[in-house]
Each structure stands twice: as structure tokens, then as C-alpha cells.
């Protein structure tokens, strides 16, 4: 039955893909631009030459994954957490703090500091939502959503006020030092060693789902929170939290590895809202950690290719976001449909 | 019907099947778990469609596609589970899918009313209209399914397991309305389980086996053990040991209290003492405090006041199959995993075992004859008895100290209740076969069926109103009890002190 339901999962993804291709062309008919063209210069912005697939595309890629991992994690759990975006700012906030005082030490020391710390304040971020459902019975939806708010006001804060760069102009702070970046693993392209740490985790993640118990009780909670209270013998509030905090941790990670991989240092914006993309990146790999990577290179490319888009073919970037939108509808829809298409030959009685 | 054949991929649920029924008869339709039972009642009613066969109404060819094309034959069906929404009144779910003529958006529901009267007189069949569902009992749901029903007016009905969940009592009701619907000319199929039942009320019983028809006959040509060696050749009931040495107590609760979500009294005042080798079996109908003591009883609550004892192992057979005892998404091996995470031996540290689980699962799986594809296969697609054995066998193995058992062989054909039945008498250190050493463990049956608990228990009570109330087993009869359970909902308070023997009438 497993194989089966991995057939099924890739097979409503490749519609899904097949219909958003579909919708797109027909949107930008009706735009007046030539699909042909759009395409051809998406594809060769994001896989088009080592440079943009490594340079661009993976890179893009790296925080779309990690925290793709986070929500899947939460969404496996039967957590909704739609909070990533502002976990991913706390970790960035916490990762370049850490990154601009961390003094002289050898990278091997800074950058796991820098990690660790982004983490930590990803799971603090969600630890209070994480309160809130277990003590209060508050759901998570909103207030993972609300705390994203702050995070982004508390970015616009820190970066004019605390930790405004030196000369006091620009809303940003300074650049981290050398010893705290991460290396490149492919030369003369940007591409940093988080992709190396966004693999480990997902393999890390993929075996600890469903090889160790704790990552098997959270995916029970995820079938049926009662039968894991019931028949589990398992404290949810106890798992609900271990839940928020490793979604968290994950997601506040992938601020730390931003930081200290590429942008060196905290604004405004640093996320596009990679957060609510993570949702898209995560249902479309029908919430599989493995597919996350291939999901998460596949926004990658696309966020990637959209400025040749936007030069070759004068369309504007912001297309993506509407390309990425009709993604998760077709996800959606393609599920449900083949799920219909399905029923006559389940089984009942 | 007719050579009705019906195949869920390689598994054949319906070969050749022809079932007949007259207008005016109750017909009687028994059978193993997973022998066909349902499946042939859902062709019937239009919820699956036969891959062979055609149906005919009063001899005219019926080709039965969705449950409306049944519907408009007039047929209809109780389910096992009740469909209405509970935080609407009974008068909004009756009105909900009954249109009775009525136009635009607008719910019919003087028009309800005056049929609701027009079945009362016709049936004795009542309930209050504006009562909230989530406040009636299960008996009192089902009625209203069955109203629900009836307002259709339908030829023919069919009944699934509907006696399963009731005290005694309803039962009685139930059979009475069947009687008075088959002297209004209706068809009545009931599926069931408990062949005294059968007997008792139909016309004529008709026997599945493995998708087969094995045995058409009537009651009079017939008895329960006959029916019983038809279905799988074995008695229920037999070679079982109805008591044997006890020991040391191994569960206590002191005037133990609990409350609901609301602060509302759910438990007072609860006394239990549970021994080693010893059944206690507490009757009551749904919903009088019997999800709070269980729960009390099997670690996962606390109680909101007194004090409880408890050992260490314990086997929990909970009553909401679907909710609190499987995951129907995940596969028979993951739902007998449920039970094994805190289990050294089928963990390396923090890891799972899978392969020692799955070799574990399968041995399980053919000593409780659980039929399915595979140990991968999702327990929602299997049928509810097979359910059921899951869960049997994933808690009688966790339960070498104390089980507790709601409603344990819901959904269970004989050989499987009787196999059950020997599993617990095997706990409880009364099986031949061993030697003695064995440890024993101690038995708690929470069941609203009756004859279940008069039959094994040592210790009886009643659970009634959040109250414990002790009943002396050897001068109590089965109607003593019967009336004890429904004390409140009949509007009799009973003068029960002590062990609840001095019965007057």
C-alpha cells in the first residue's frame, strides 16, 4: 500500500504542475506576453547555466526547504503552524546579534554558535503559541499568524534603532564578519554549505519521522490526537510542544543559515515571505520530507527565475507569486480530484 | 436480488448472492465479520454499486445506482453509526435531506410535525423535537435515525446492528417496533450478531458466509446452536471456566469524584476494588460516567477528587473504535505500534523496531484471524469486526496487570467473541490448559450488554448517573438490572441501598 500512496502523492503533484502550467499560459495570454518566451527565460534564469542553477537557484532554494521542513514537520503532527515567517525572523534576528558580537573565534565555532542561537529563538518564537494551545485551548492558526507580525515590526525596530549599521543611514545592520559566514561548496558560484545542512536535515528529519518513536508519536497525533491520547498512552500537550519547538528551531535555522550564508547581515524584507511559500513547498511534496528538497528547489527556481523573466521577457517578477499561488490551488484541487477519481475502487465494508 | 456479485480488488464480498423478501416480514440477515452482511445491504440501499446482478422491486427490474435511485424504490437504512449533527435539535436533523414539497430555502418543519404525530399514533414512536442530539443517549439517537427514517415512508428498511449499543430495555422496544412495522405491510432486514435476537423476532433468517449464501431457513426449523455451527461450526460461550482463585487487589478507587469540561458532576463518591483473577462488570447505559471511570480506571485522567491505585500494565479497549482506539490512515502495523512505543522490547533507545514489530504484527494478525491484504493495509479499510480484532489484539497483549473493556465485542461475530472471551478467561489465570504460575490479572467489563457481564462477571454494579451502585449477582435478575440501568430515563427512581437487592415489585 505504501508504494501505492507514493504514486499517488507524485502523480497528483505532476498534475498539479500540469494545471498550473495550464492557468499560467492562459493568464498571461490574456496578459497580452508570450508564454513561450516567459517560460524559456524562466527556465533559463533558474537551470539555464551552472552559475544560475547553483548560484540562484539552489540558493533560493536552501531557506524554501529548511523551512518547507519546519512546516512539514508541524503539518505532520496535525499542527498548524503558519508562523514560519516569523520564526524565521527571530532565528535571523538572534543568528546576527550572535554573528556581530561573537568576537574572534575560529568559523567552526562562530557559525554553530550562530546556528544554535537562530534556532533557539525560532523555538522560543513558537514557544508561546505552543502555551497558548496547550494551556489555554487557543488555536494555533492565529496566533502563530499574529506573531509574525511582531517579528516583522521587531525587524523594522532592531535594524533602525539597536542595531542599525555604524554610519546610522540605512535601515540595516552591519555586515557579519568573514569568520562568521559560511563557506562556498561550489567555487565561483554563491552557493553556501547550508544546502549541505538543509540535506542533513532532511535525511535526519526523514529518519527520525518514521524510524524513532518520538517522530512516530507525533505523526500518530497527526492521524488522530485522541487515539494517540487513548491507545498511545502519549501526553499531547507534551507532544504539541516538542512539535512547536522543533518547527521553531527549524525555522529560526533557516534565519541563522540566511545570515550567515548570504545576505551577511538583517533588513527589512529578508524574507519575501518565504514562511507562507514554505506551505506550498511543503503540501506539494504531500508533506514527505524527501520531496521537500525537490519541492523546495522547484520554488527555488522559480522565485530564481524570475528576474530573467522580468528582463527577457518584461514580465514583471511579481508573476511569481502569482505562478506560486496557482501552484498550491492546483495542488489543492488535483488532490481532491484524484481522490474522487479514486473512490469507486477503494474498499469498503 | 439476484446472483448479486460484488469484488473489492482481489477480495470477493459478494458471490452470487440472491436474498428475497416479502412485504410484511422481518428477515433476519446473520453471518461472520466481513461475510457480506453490509456490503449486500449497501447494493441494496445504493451506497455500492454489485459488479453483477440486478434487482428487482414487486417484480419489476430496478437498476439501483445512488442511494436516491433507492430511496425512490423506498428503500432506506439505519446505520451502525448515527449521521446527524449533534449540535442541532432532533426537528432540524429530521428536516435535514426531507424536503416533503416544501420550496426555495425553507425547512419544513410544521409539515414534520404533523407527520411526527401522524408516526407517533401510527408507531408509539416519540421524541422530544427540540431537544439537542448531543444531549440524548445512544438509544435515544438511534431513534431518532430511525424516525428519520420512517418519515420517508419507506417499503422497505433495513437495520444495521442496531441492537448492539442498547440496554435491555430498548432492545425490547426495538423488537416491538419491528413488529408493529411489519403489521403495516413493511419489509424489515435486520443484520445482527446476537442469535437469541434472531430467533426471537423473524420471519425468516437468512445466513452469509464468505460472500455466500449458506443457510436460508425460519426460526421454528432452527435454534442458536444451529445457527451458531452454520455460520463457523462452533457454540459460543463453551469450555469457559465461570470462576477460578483470586488474589491480590490490583486496582483501588476511594470515593473517587470527577467533573466535566462544564464543572458538572460526571463521577461521585466512586468505591472499586479489583482483584487479581477476578472480573468486575459494570452495566449502564452510555453516557452515565462510563468514559470518565474507564479513563480514570486505565491511568490516561485523574480523578478530580479520592484517591486510585493502579499497577502498571494495563490493557484499555475503548468504546469510540474510530476515535480513541485506531488511526484510520495508518496501516494495522503502525496502529499495533500505537501500543508498543513505551515497550523495551520492540524499541533500541530511541528507535523503533520496525522489522521485530512487523514480524510481531503478523503473527497477530493470524492468531486473531484479522483478514486483510497485508500487515501494511489502513485499518480504515477493513471492516469493523476486523477493527475490532486489531484492537483486541494490540490491548490484551499490554494487559498483564488490569484490562479494562468498554463495550469490548462490539461489531464481533461468534468465533471471534468466543475466541475473545477465551483470551480473557487466559488473563485472568482461569485457562486449563497452563500451569498455574502464570500471573493473573485482574478485569474490568464496561458493557452495556448485559448478558456479556451476568455471564462472567464475579462482581456486577451498575453505573448509573455518575453513581456506583453495587448489585448482589447471585439474587439479581437480568430485568432487576435491565430496570436499575434506566432507573432515570423511565422517570422510576429505584430504592437502591447497599447491593441493591431490596427490590420491591
Request: net charge neutral; aromatic share 8%; with cysteine.
Amino acid at each position: 500500500m505504501k508504494g501505492h500512496d507514493a504514486w499517488v502523492a507524485l502523480a497528483v503533484s505532476l498534475l498539479a504542475l500540469l494545471l498550473t502550467v495550464f492557468l499560467t499560459t492562459g493568464a498571461l495570454v490574456l496578459g497580452g506576453y508570450s508564454p513561450l518566451l516567459t517560460f524559456q527565460s524562466l527556465l533559463a534564469g533558474s537551470f539555464g547555466s551552472l552559475d544560475s542553477f547553483f548560484g540562484v537557484t539552489l540558493v533560493r532554494a536552501v531557506p524554501l526547504i529548511v523551512i518547507g521542513l519546519a512546516v512539514t514537520v508541524a503539518f505532520k503532527s496535525g499542527v498548524w503552524n503558519i508562523g514560519a515567517e516569523g520564526q524565521f525572523y527571530a532565528g535571523a534576528i538572534a543568528g546576527v546579534w550572535v554573528g556581530l558580537n561573537v568576537g574572534d573565534y575560529p568559523s567552526y565555532f562562530s557559525v554553530p554558535l550562530v546556528f544554535l542561537s537562530a534556532s533557539v529563538a525560532g523555538a522560543l518564537w513558537a514557544l508561546l503559541p505552543a502555551l497558548m494551545r496547550t494551556r489555554l485551548g487557543v488555536g494555533e492558526v492565529v496566533t502563530t499568524i499574529l506573531m509574525n507580525f511582531v517579528a516583522i515590526h521587531l525587524v523594522s525596530y532592531i535594524v533602525r534603532w539597536p542595531l542599525q549599521e555604524e554610519r546610522g543611514v540605512f535601515p540595516n545592520t552591519d555586515l557579519i564578519d568573514e569568520s562568521v559566514r559560511l563557506p562556498t561548496i561550489v567555487p565561483g558560484t554563491g552557493l553556501h554549505l547550508g544546502f549541505v545542512v538543509a540535506v542533513i536535515l532532511v535525511i535526519g528529519l526523514s529518519f527520525f519521522f518514521s524510524n524513532t518513536s518520538m517522530g512516530f508519536q507525533l505523526r500518530a497525533m497527526g492521524g488522530s490526537q485522541e487515539a494517540t491520547r487513548v491507545s498511545g498512552r502519549s501526553s499531547i500537550p507534551q507532544l504539541l510542544i516538542v512539535t512547536f519547538l522543533l518547527s521553531g528551531s527549524l525555522a529560526g535555522l533557516a534565519g541563522g543559515i540566511e545570515i550567515a550564508g548570504r545576505s551577511f547581515a538583517l533588513y527589512e524584507g529578508l524574507s519575501p515571505g518565504w514562511g507562507y511559500t514554505a506551505i506550498a513547498v511543503a503540501l506539494l511534496a504531500d508533506l514527505n520530507f524527501i520531496a521537500v528538497l525537490f519541492t523546495g528547489i522547484f520554488f527555488g527556481a522559480l522565485e530564481g527565475g524570475a528576474g530573467a523573466m522580468q528582463r527577457e521577457a518584461g514580465i514583471p517578477a511579481t508573476w511569481v507569486a502569482g505562478i506560486e499561488a496557482l501552484v498550491l490551488l492546483s495542488v489543492l484541487a488535483s488532490d481532491r480530484l484524484f481522490r474522487r477519481l479514486l473512490r469507486p475502487r477503494r474498499k469498503e465494508d | 436480488m439476484e446472483r448479486v456479485s460484488k469484488n473489492f480488488g482481489r477480495k470477493t464480498a459478494l458471490n452470487n448472492v440472491g436474498f428475497t423478501s416479502f412485504p410484511g416480514e422481518i428477515h433476519s440477515l446473520i453471518g461472520e465479520n466481513g461475510a457480506g452482511k453490509t456490503t449486500l445491504m449497501k447494493v441494496l440501499s445504493g451506497l455500492v454499486v454489485p459488479d453483477r446482478g440486478n434487482i428487482r422491486f414487486k417484480g419489476k427490474e430496478a437498476s439501483i445506482l445512488t442511494p436516491s435511485d433507492a430511496r425512490k424504490e423506498g428503500v432506506g437504512m439505519v446505520h451502525q453509526e448515527s449521521l446527524l449533527i449533534p449540535a442541532h435539535t432532533v426537528l432540524e436533523n429530521l428536516c435535514l435531506g426531507n424536503r416533503f414539497g416544501s420550496k426555495g430555502n425553507v425547512l419544513p418543519y410544521r409539515k414534520v410535525r404533523i407527520k411526527l404525530e401522524e408516526l407517533r399514533d401510527k408507531t408509539g414512536l416519540w421524541m422530544k423535537e427540540d431537544k439537542l442530539i448531543e444531549d440524548l443517549s445512544i438509544g435515544e439517537r438511534q431513534k431518532v435515525g430511525i424516525l428519520k427514517l420512517l418519515l420517508r415512508d419507506p417499503e422497505i428498511l433495513i437495520f444495521d446492528e442496531p441492537t448492539s449499543i442498547l440496554a435491555p430495555q430498548e432492545v425490547a422496544d426495538l423488537m416491538s417496533l419491528f413488529r408493529r412495522l411489519s403489521r403495516d405491510g413493511k419489509t424489515v432486514i435486520f443484520i445482527t450478531h446476537k442469535l437469541n435476537e434472531v430467533i426471537e423476532i423473524s420471519d425468516r433468517i437468512t445466513v452469509l458466509k464468505q460472500g455466500q449464501v449458506v443457510c436460508r431457513t425460519i426460526p421454528e426449523e432452527t435454534d442458536v446452536k444451529k445457527l451458531s455451527k452454520v455460520m463457523i461450526g462452533e457454540e459460543v460461550g463453551a469450555n469457559l471456566a465461570n470462576s477460578g482463585p483470586v488474589g491480590a487487589t490490583v486496582a483501588k478507587l476511594t470515593s473517587v469524584k470527577a467533573l466535566g469540561v462544564l464543572g458538572e458532576k460526571k463521577l461521585m463518591d466512586v468505591n472499586l476494588v479489583v482483584r487479581r483473577g477476578e472480573m468486575v462488570g459494570i452495566a449502564g447505559v452510555e453516557g452515565n460516567g462510563q468514559k470518565e471511570l474507564a479513563e480514570i480506571l486505565s491511568g490516561l485522567r485523574r480523578p478530580d477528587g479520592g484517591t486510585v491505585q493502579l499497577p502498571r500494565e494495563i490493557g484499555f479497549i475503548p468504546d469510540d473504535r474510530g476515535g480513541e482506539a485506531l488511526i484510520g490512515s495508518f496501516g494495522i502495523s503502525e496502529n499495533v505500534a500505537l501500543g508498543l512505543v513505551k515497550d523495551a522490547r520492540f524499541r533500541w533507545g530511541p528507535a523503533m523496531l520496525w522489522g521485530k514489530i512487523e514480524h510481531y504484527v503478523r503473527e497477530l494478525i493470524t492468531r486473531y484471524g484479522i483478514i486483510a491484504t497485508n500487515h501494511q493495509q489502513k485499518v480504515a479499510e477493513l471492516s469493523g469486526g476486523n477493527q475490532q480484532k486489531v484492537v483486541l489484539a494490540r490491548e490484551l497483549k499490554r494487559s498483564q496487570d488490569l484490562l479494562i473493556a468498554r463495550n469490548p465485542t462490539q461489531g464481533l461475530d461468534v468465533k471471534a467473541t468466543s475466541f475473545f472471551y477465551k483470551q480473557m478467561m487466559q488473563l485472568l489465570g482461569r485457562d486449563f490448559q497452563r500451569d498455574g504460575t502464570e500471573q493473573q490479572a485482574g478485569i474490568v467489563l464496561i458493557s452495556s450488554d448485559l448478558e456479556e457481564i451476568l455471564m462472567f462477571a464475579d462482581e456486577i454494579y451498575v453505573l448509573y448517573n455518575g453513581g456506583l451502585l453495587g448489585v448482589n449477582k447471585c439474587k439479581a435478575s437480568k430485568e432487576f438490572i435491565g430496570r436499575l440501568m434506566l432507573a432515570g430515563e423511565s422517570g422510576r427512581v429505584m430504592s437502591v441501598k447497599g447491593d441493591g437487592c431490596h427490590e420491591g415489585p
